[in-house]
């Protein structure tokens, strides 16, 4: 390449050209002081009021961001049969993720989330989701007691409890040393776990069974028991392989992993494909968490969202659904229509007893969150 | 825009340098759109990571904070200090990894495999680039896992087995064998060019293929060492899929904790840019080292 | 050159640098060998063998979820790299033809999206696509694809540009042609190989991109490498094994063609 020869410019050229970098200066100091603007207000698109498009072609087609196995192709193909909707799932791995998507505007043509209970809570005082408008619900009456009037959502304005259960530990019974009852075995074993310990990748879910074994509360907003809750973690990292919230199956059922912090729902799936593995929920305790249906004000089929939510309150179709993926049920109706077998299965159904040692997640307040990520982001790092 | 317009390598005649409207308009259309796409769509956004990375703490929908350097500062904390130092860990190491596997390849293949196979045998070399990366990586689970491929040789072998999943040994494994054919290309390259007759004259000098090895072959492909070993650098420095997979809960890079800070739990948009900025910095400072390099050793004869 | 006297020292030399040679091009293939071994396995855990079987072949075609990523894997890669071939190549060409004030600035900036890591031109682009509020989409990502993709043809097709004669453009401007005219013409078909071997790596590399589509993407917009990780991450069947073996097939296909085509240029080339 021929070298750019500077006697070329004449002085009136460099002169503009100095004149266009200042003025490009200027225009993009105020664009992006703008711009930082748009991220930080209430402009953020996920929050923004709905467009309208309702020439959008997508009236037969239903999106739905969900986590990994809340659905499966029969549901789908139900739904369809019966309602002509064309549903499409979408998976997301954590509350957090799933939230980012939402408020980037990525999550626009979601119809149907499925957000936890304490991040429902967020995402109300946040502005970004619908209130359901309950003379369009069918059956909601069916709900369980403890579902009617939900402390994340009360009266559940805004959301439908679709699924709950439990975090605990999966592992087979043969391949640990002494009977596993809790966290103590965990940290009681972690020179013999060296790196066969999977936990939930979820920074609330993690921290608050820690707290639970110190004995302080899931919830804690204190900064020394959070701290102590972080090096108690700190300890425990050797035991730790990886941080995932779904895929540690394959690995846990060919040897590799010896312990995983799993969902309820996640384990019994597993549990359904090789039966000797063993779900618990810690004696210390642990959280008890719902995943409900929310419409976001986004959403760009609303109508086929309410078809949707009726569709997964009808009993049958919940039930069905219990009995292929092995998810609990908040629906009483749904709850008797299983076999006594599902019903009694304590893993499915925990016990008055166990659900006693459990809390319920809920949102804090944003300085505590952020010693939370704080934390998190230490302990993920070192 | 005021220009003058050179058609390449010639000198402009007299009567075509004239004023000319065509003149201006040509660059103005051949240059203009892929400059304002860039633009658009990279130094602009650049600039703009550049700004939240000046504000501390920034977050996604919440109100933004004054302007500071703490996002920065952040960094020096030993635990991100460690981590940027890892990233520069597995980057060095991946880039002396490929190089020690690839230059016998390159050499091999450029000097003492039959001519007419030359060509075949790179492009079947460099051929797993063109599947997914992420399924290459993924494939290394399968087989550095406890209960895995490796391990079943090992034990065939009457070795001890390995456990390197989920620890830094998988990642080099990984990042070695994702760019080892970048290395080997571009050292094909040069070593292609190597004057041989430099070669023929040595070792009728008495010289021990050691010796013109290390005098002749080495020096005669030190551009070729510095462009591969710069590439495999950036590319390791900033690879998520790799760490991402098969690094586990102890192995955290820049890169994941930039993609968590974004898309994954933590959310902490100021932090990210900041580390973000030192990515592309570390990189900018690795390629002004190559230039001052090269321009050295282009200055020699 | 070509036989070089061969002292019984260098005979030994041969020896290791094949051995390792051999050993390094195993490592290159063994992953691969084994993602197409477990594709053929009954079972769905890779820890067992659970006899040969073709199910996850057929699962995978039955599969709309990876159809329909793989589907819009094509899309962006085929809209990006349409439009980065043609925006790529007028700026290779205006690069190599005219001096103006700033060319250097505007090359380097050029060369920004080949040295910048991926995770940083991604999370540039989420930040800026969501402070102008734009609605991700798949276009999102067609346009942020277009960056690195312009990139590359650029500077293969600037690779191409030096080696060419800069005399047989003006030869025919001065018979007359008009400079559109010449371009069409003479310069094109003359840039043709190495356009086309920069829009192949431009579609393999778009077709391979995890990072910017994850960041860029929304509306329901999914390509192949974000479901492919997202399977990853949630548990994956060996239907994906299947897929692997298929993409390599196809992109080894795709390799030996670019690997004829350039073969076939350079051989044009040296004849003239």
């Known amino acids: 390449m021929p070298p750019t020869n500077p006697q070329n410019f004449s002085v009136s050229a460099t002169t503009r050209r100095r004149f266009l970098q200042a003025s490009a200066a200027a225009v993009s100091g105020i664009v992006l002081s703008n711009c930082a603007r748009n991220l930080s207000g209430s402009n953020a698109p996920g929050t923004a009021s709905p467009e309208q498009t309702s020439s959008s072609p997508s009236d037969s087609t239903l999106r739905i961001f969900t986590w990994a196995n809340y659905t499966d192709d029969e549901l789908l193909k139900n739904f369809k049969d019966k309602t002509g909707i064309q549903a499409i799932v979408e998976t997301f791995d954590s509350n957090e993720a799933m939230l980012t998507k939402m408020q980037t505007g990525a999550g626009k043509a979601y119809s149907i989330v499925f957000p936890s209970d304490y991040k429902v809570e967020e995402m109300i005082k946040m502005g970004m989701l619908l209130p359901l408008d309950k003379s369009r619900l069918k059956g909601t009456e069916n709900l369980m007691q403890n579902w009617q009037n939900p402390g994340y959502d009360p009266d559940n304005t805004h959301s439908i409890p679709a699924v709950w259960g439990t975090t605990g530990l999966i592992f087979d019974p043969e391949k640990v040393s002494s009977e596993v009852k809790g966290w103590d075995y965990v940290w009681d074993n972690v020179d013999q776990l060296n790196r066969r310990l999977s936990m939930i990748n979820d920074v609330r879910e993690v921290f608050g069974a820690t707290l639970r074994y110190l004995g302080y509360s899931y919830n804690s907003t204190k900064a020394s028991e959070i701290e102590a809750a972080y090096e108690k973690l700190l300890e425990l990292k050797p035991a730790i392989a990886t941080f995932l919230t779904n895929g540690w199956e394959d690995q846990l059922a060919s040897g590799d992993l010896a312990l995983s912090m799993a969902y309820s729902q996640d384990a019994l799936n597993l549990i359904q494909e090789s039966p000797n593995l063993k779900y618990i929920v810690p004696e210390s305790g642990s959280s008890l968490w719902t995943d409900t249906m929310v419409i976001p004000k986004t959403a760009p089929n609303p109508d086929a969202a309410y078809e949707w939510i009726n569709f997964m309150l009808e009993p049958e179709n919940s039930a069905r659904l219990v009995e292929r993926l092995k998810i609990s049920t908040p629906n009483q109706a749904a709850y008797e229509k299983l076999s006594s077998d599902l019903q009694q299965n304590e893993n499915l159904f925990p016990s008055k007893a166990v659900l006693a040692k459990c809390e319920g997640i809920v949102p804090l307040p944003s300085e505590v969150t952020e010693l939370y990520d704080r934390y998190w982001t230490q302990l993920t790092s070192t | ?301 | 050159m070509t036989s070089l006297p061969s002292p019984p020292r260098s005979k030994r030399s041969f020896s290791w640098q094949f051995v390792i040679t051999l050993l390094m091009y195993s490592f290159m293939y063994i992953p691969i060998l084994v993602l197409a071994f477990y594709s053929f396995n009954a079972s769905r855990f890779s820890s067992t063998w659970g006899g040969f079987s073709l199910r996850w072949y057929s699962s995978l075609l039955n599969d709309s979820r990876i159809l329909s990523a793989l589907g819009d894997s094509l899309r962006v890669a085929i809209c990006a790299v349409v439009i980065s071939a043609v925006l790529g190549t007028m700026m290779a060409v205006g690069l190599a033809k005219y001096r103006f004030p700033g060319k250097g600035l505007y090359r380097g900036v050029s060369y920004l999206p080949l040295i910048i890591p991926d995770i940083a031109i991604a999370v540039a682009t989420l930040v800026f696509l969501v402070s102008i509020g734009a609605s991700l989409s798949l276009w999102t990502i067609i346009a942020a694809h277009i960056v690195f993709c312009l990139a590359y043809i650029a500077v293969v097709v600037s690779t191409r540009l030096t080696g060419l004669n800069p005399h047989l453009e003006e030869a025919a401007l001065d018979l007359g042609a008009t400079p559109f005219q010449a371009f069409l013409k003479v310069l094109l078909p003359e840039l043709m190989p190495a356009i086309f071997s920069g829009c192949l790596l431009a579609f393999v590399l778009s077709m391979d991109d995890l990072l910017i589509a994850s960041f860029t993407a929304g509306g329901g917009a999914n390509t192949l490498p974000m479901e492919i990780f997202s399977r990853v991450r949630t548990g994956v069947k060996p239907d994906i094994n299947a897929l692997s073996v298929i993409l390599i097939l196809f992109s080894g296909f795709l390799a030996f063609l670019s690997e004829y085509i350039r073969f076939k240029s350079e051989q044009r080339r040296l004849r003239q």
Request: proline fraction near 7%; aromatic fraction near 12%.
């Open chain 2, 1 to 301: 825009m005021s220009l003058t317009t050179t058609p390449s390598g010639a000198e402009p005649t007299r009567a075509r340098s004239g004023w000319h409207p065509a003149k201006l308009i040509q660059p103005f259309v051949l240059l203009a759109p892929a400059g304002i796409w860039l633009l658009l769509l990279l130094v602009f956004p650049t600039l703009l990571i550049l700004e939240l990375s000046l504000i501390p703490g920034f977050r996604l929908g919440q109100p933004a904070g004054a302007y500071g350097l703490g996002n920065y500062l952040e960094i020096f904390q030993p635990v991100y200090f460690q981590v940027v130092l890892r990233s520069l860990f597995f980057a060095v190491g991946s880039t002396l990894l490929c190089l020690l596997l690839g230059f016998p390849v390159a050499y091999w293949i450029a000097i003492k495999a039959p001519r007419r196979w030359r060509n075949l045998l790179l492009v079947s070399f460099i051929l797993p680039l063109w599947t997914s990366s992420l399924l290459r990586a993924y494939a290394w689970i399968t087989i550095l896992r406890p209960s895995g491929l490796l391990n079943s040789l090992l034990g065939v072998f009457g070795l001890p087995g390995q456990d390197w999943l989920n620890r830094s040994p998988a990642v080099f494994i990984g990042m070695a064998y994702s760019f080892l054919p970048y290395m080997v290309l571009i050292l094909y390259a040069s070593l292609e060019r190597l004057d041989r007759r430099l070669l023929e004259a040595a070792a009728d000098l008495g010289a021990t293929p050691q010796q013109s090895f290390w005098k002749i072959t080495v020096p005669q492909t030190l551009p070729g060492i510095a462009a591969g070993g710069l590439l495999v650098f950036i590319a390791s420095l900033g690879d998520f899929v790799v760490p991402e997979l098969l690094g586990g809960a102890s192995s955290m890079t820049v890169s994941r904790l930039i993609y968590n800070q974004f898309l994954g739990a933590t959310r902490n948009w100021g932090f990210g840019s900041s580390l973000s900025m030192i990515l592309i910095l570390a990189v900018s400072i690795a390629i002004a080292l190559l230039l001052k390099y090269g321009d050295r050793s282009s200055a020699q004869p």
